[in-house]
């Protein structure tokens, strides 16, 4: 085809929790003057279920609202009822919480690294064909997985859906031999990691430079996960509290999904590339020099590099689930008490696709009276259209089969909790 | 290694009809399933990597995208693909492939019988609470259609399990 002559790149694929998402992008000659992506998201349907319930059920009712990122709900849940009930969970159970967390970063990005986006880089179409040919690649990869894996399942209880969470802490805390057994292979893990980010580090990437506006949480001490302040490549410098009155959620005609966008500002990204960029400084100094040799730098704004910093992330959460298990002191009580009052909470943490916030009104009985749920992948949308906007002179530029497989690509650059299923693109041309 | 026949549900809690699957491992669960079963979930197929690795048959039981919604299939795994069946994925790893994947990474170490048992279910258009009750209405059935997938595997293998 002739590469003036408008086309329309449609992507559509089905996913697990959050429904049917689709991509539409009309190119015009080097332009994109439509892109669209389309998403269905449960968070509303979840928001409407906790009114009325107990706020103790909350951490387990929006855990079920991803198999992926049960613990980054959770952990937001717990930090907005302990703010609104005035608790404060701090020292060894701070710790396990981070613990229970480093597991779910390891498991989540070890998918999508190795399973969903690496073969991209490598010209496959999927995980089997590639494992064809990097079938040691795979292994390594998914008992990297199981690593993250192993770790929530001791803490949470169980490997899906972990039960042992509760509103100001856990109900029972894993014994010092128990996380140590888990050391041999988490310091494998560690090292696997490492030389994963070094082969890959060596993937052809895509040429996209992108001026993001990067979101993430930042704590004085510690790379982001729970607690500290939501800040802003742009100067934004705020209290978890004050999100929305920064924050707002758009209903936009094409999308079930509620698009997320700075007060005055627009889009923004939040997620790997943006804690990365946020809080190079509170890697670990190990981490740092990994990410270095592996040719990342502040800022990172080419989002296929995202493959890179996921496993530099790996690294990090390997790192500390090393030191926090090394320095555990098991708690005196397995959880604070949290008697219930009426009030507002806010409670904020970096789920593996980025921040995740949650705000609850209850009443004096700690009943939920009200709920709100922003998840990253409504916070990103704008960004992914903008990046396929962007791209559009090298998609415009490319075959029809070429031209789809760099618009997946570019999606998965953002592992949407939509990940998409093979072949799930189809070339339209439309000629005018 | 375990030698129990391991009979593994997938969906997704608080999604409609796609936990379906795990519907059909407590409703065994309820009927007192036979010592030697394994009943696990698994919340995404990359899950199943590890746990297809046993010497005993495993069923896998999944929601299905067909109609009309509430049949019981009895399918093995590359019949999801050549039939246009499609298992609700979250991932982008669908059944079929990870079960391809397993047999490809550890080929002596998965196991030889692999069962599907879908429950047909409609797209969903919105999530909602619990199963519709044409979908509900399968669960039993599933259930059923589970323990003749792992009894007729080798039926001397599993004393425990009583004819049904």
């Given at each position: 085809?002739?590469?003036?002559?408008?086309?329309?790149?449609?992507?559509?694929?089905?996913?697990?929790?959050?429904?049917?998402?689709?991509?539409?992008?009309?190119?015009?000659?080097?332009?994109?003057?439509?892109?669209?992506?389309?998403?269905?998201?449960?968070?509303?349907?979840?928001?409407?279920?906790?009114?009325?319930?107990?706020?103790?059920?909350?951490?387990?009712?929006?855990?079920?609202?991803?198999?992926?990122?049960?613990?980054?709900?959770?952990?937001?849940?717990?930090?907005?009822?302990?703010?609104?009930?005035?608790?404060?969970?701090?020292?060894?159970?701070?710790?396990?919480?981070?613990?229970?967390?480093?597991?779910?970063?390891?498991?989540?990005?070890?998918?999508?690294?190795?399973?969903?986006?690496?073969?991209?880089?490598?010209?496959?179409?999927?995980?089997?064909?590639?494992?064809?040919?990097?079938?040691?690649?795979?292994?390594?990869?998914?008992?990297?997985?199981?690593?993250?894996?192993?770790?929530?399942?001791?803490?949470?209880?169980?490997?899906?859906?972990?039960?042992?969470?509760?509103?100001?802490?856990?109900?029972?805390?894993?014994?010092?031999?128990?996380?140590?057994?888990?050391?041999?292979?988490?310091?494998?893990?560690?090292?696997?990691?490492?030389?994963?980010?070094?082969?890959?580090?060596?993937?052809?990437?895509?040429?996209?430079?992108?001026?993001?506006?990067?979101?993430?949480?930042?704590?004085?001490?510690?790379?982001?996960?729970?607690?500290?302040?939501?800040?802003?490549?742009?100067?934004?410098?705020?209290?978890?509290?004050?999100?929305?009155?920064?924050?707002?959620?758009?209903?936009?005609?094409?999308?079930?999904?509620?698009?997320?966008?700075?007060?005055?500002?627009?889009?923004?990204?939040?997620?790997?590339?943006?804690?990365?960029?946020?809080?190079?400084?509170?890697?670990?100094?190990?981490?740092?020099?990994?990410?270095?040799?592996?040719g990342l730098s502040v800022p990172c704004r080419n989002p296929f590099r995202a493959l890179l910093v996921r496993l530099v992330e790996m690294l990090q959460a390997f790192t500390e689930a090393i030191r926090l298990i090394e320095a555990y002191e098991a708690p005196t009580v397995p959880h604070v008490d949290t008697p219930s009052?009426?009030?507002?909470?806010?409670?904020?943490?970096?789920?593996?696709?980025?921040?995740?916030?949650?705000?609850?009104?209850?009443?004096?009985?700690?009943?939920?009276?009200?709920?709100?749920?922003?998840?990253?992948?409504?916070?990103?949308?704008?960004?992914?259209?903008?990046?396929?906007?962007?791209?559009?002179?090298?998609?415009?530029?490319?075959?029809?089969?070429?031209?789809?497989?760099?618009?997946?690509?570019?999606?998965?650059?953002?592992?949407?909790?939509?990940?998409?299923?093979?072949?799930?693109?189809?070339?339209?041309?439309?000629?005018? | 290694?375990?030698?129990?026949?391991?009979?593994?549900?997938?969906?997704?809690?608080?999604?409609?009809?796609?936990?379906?699957?795990?519907?059909?491992?407590?409703?065994?669960?309820?009927?007192?399933?036979?010592?030697?079963?394994?009943?696990?979930?698994?919340?995404?197929?990359?899950?199943?990597?590890?746990?297809?690795?046993?010497?005993?048959?495993?069923?896998?039981?999944?929601?299905?995208?067909?109609?009309?919604?509430?049949?019981?299939?009895?399918?093995?795994?590359?019949?999801?693909?050549?039939?246009?069946?499609?298992?609700?994925?979250?991932?982008?790893?669908?059944?079929?492939?990870?079960?391809?994947?397993?047999?490809?990474?550890?080929?002596?170490?998965?196991?030889?019988?692999?069962?599907?048992?879908?429950?047909?279910?409609?797209?969903?258009?919105?999530?909602?609470?619990?199963?519709?009750?044409?979908?509900?209405?399968?669960?039993?059935?599933?259930?059923?259609?589970?323990?003749?997938?792992?009894?007729?595997?080798?039926?001397?293998?599993?004393?425990?399990?009583?004819?049904?």
């Amino acid at each position: 085809m002739k590469k003036n002559e408008p086309r329309t790149l449609e992507v559509d694929y089905l996913t697990r929790v959050e429904g049917e998402a689709s991509l539409t992008v009309r190119l015009e000659g080097d332009r994109a003057t439509d892109v669209r992506l389309a998403i269905f998201e449960p968070p509303r349907f979840f928001e409407a279920l906790l009114r009325g319930r107990s706020y103790l059920e909350a951490p387990d009712i929006t855990s079920r609202i991803c198999g992926i990122c049960p613990v980054a709900y959770l952990t937001s849940a717990c930090l907005a009822m302990e703010d609104a009930l005035g608790v404060t969970v701090e020292g060894p159970l701070r710790a396990l919480r981070r613990l229970l967390y480093c597991g779910e970063w390891i498991e989540s990005h070890g998918l999508h690294v190795f399973l969903l986006h690496a073969p991209d880089f490598l010209g496959y179409p999927d995980a089997l064909s590639m494992a064809k040919q990097h079938g040691e690649w795979v292994q390594r990869g998914l008992r990297i997985k199981k690593a993250g894996n192993s770790l929530v399942a001791l803490m949470g209880g169980r490997a899906i859906h972990p039960i042992n969470v509760r509103v100001g802490g856990f109900y029972r805390a894993p014994t010092r031999a128990e996380l140590e057994s888990l050391l041999p292979e988490l310091r494998w893990g560690h090292d696997a990691t490492g030389e994963s980010l070094e082969w890959m580090a060596r993937f052809p990437f895509p040429e996209l430079e992108r001026d993001y506006e990067f979101v993430s949480l930042r704590h004085p001490d510690e790379y982001p996960i729970a607690g500290g302040r939501v800040v802003s490549s742009e100067g934004l410098d705020i209290d978890v509290r004050d999100w929305d009155a920064h924050f707002v959620e758009e209903q936009v005609p094409y999308t079930n999904a509620l698009h997320a966008r700075r007060v005055g500002r627009g889009a923004y990204l939040c997620g790997p590339l943006a804690r990365f960029n946020l809080n190079f400084d509170r890697l670990h100094p190990s981490v740092r020099e990994a990410a270095r040799r592996a040719g990342l730098s502040v800022p990172c704004r080419n989002p296929f590099r995202a493959l890179l910093v996921r496993l530099v992330e790996m690294l990090q959460a390997f790192t500390e689930a090393i030191r926090l298990i090394e320095a555990y002191e098991a708690p005196t009580v397995p959880h604070v008490d949290t008697p219930s009052r009426a009030a507002t909470g806010y409670g904020a943490s970096e789920a593996p696709r980025g921040l995740l916030y949650h705000r609850y009104t209850l009443d004096a009985d700690g009943t939920i009276q009200d709920a709100r749920i922003v998840p990253p992948t409504s916070q990103n949308q704008r960004s992914i259209e903008d990046d396929l906007r962007v791209l559009a002179p090298q998609l415009a530029s490319r075959a029809h089969a070429e031209a789809t497989r760099l618009a997946e690509q570019a999606i998965r650059n953002h592992d949407p909790c939509i990940s998409c299923a093979t072949h799930f693109l189809t070339l339209k041309v439309e000629r005018t | 290694m375990s030698t129990r026949g391991r009979v593994i549900g997938l969906g997704q809690a608080a999604a409609g009809d796609d936990q379906v699957g795990l519907a059909v491992i407590e409703h065994l669960r309820s009927l007192g399933a036979p010592e030697c079963l394994e009943l696990l979930l698994a919340p995404e197929p990359s899950a199943l990597l590890s746990l297809l690795e046993t010497p005993a048959p495993v069923v896998l039981v999944d929601a299905v995208l067909a109609t009309p919604a509430g049949e019981v299939l009895v399918l093995e795994p590359d019949e999801l693909e050549q039939r246009g069946l499609s298992t609700m994925s979250t991932h982008g790893v669908g059944v079929s492939q990870a079960v391809a994947l397993a047999r490809l990474l550890s080929p002596s170490g998965v196991s030889p019988s692999i069962r599907i048992v879908g429950v047909s279910i409609s797209r969903p258009e919105r999530f909602q609470r619990g199963l519709s009750p044409e979908v509900a209405a399968a669960v039993p059935r599933a259930a059923e259609q589970v323990l003749r997938a792992v009894s007729s595997h080798d039926p001397g293998a599993f004393p425990c399990m009583s004819p049904r």
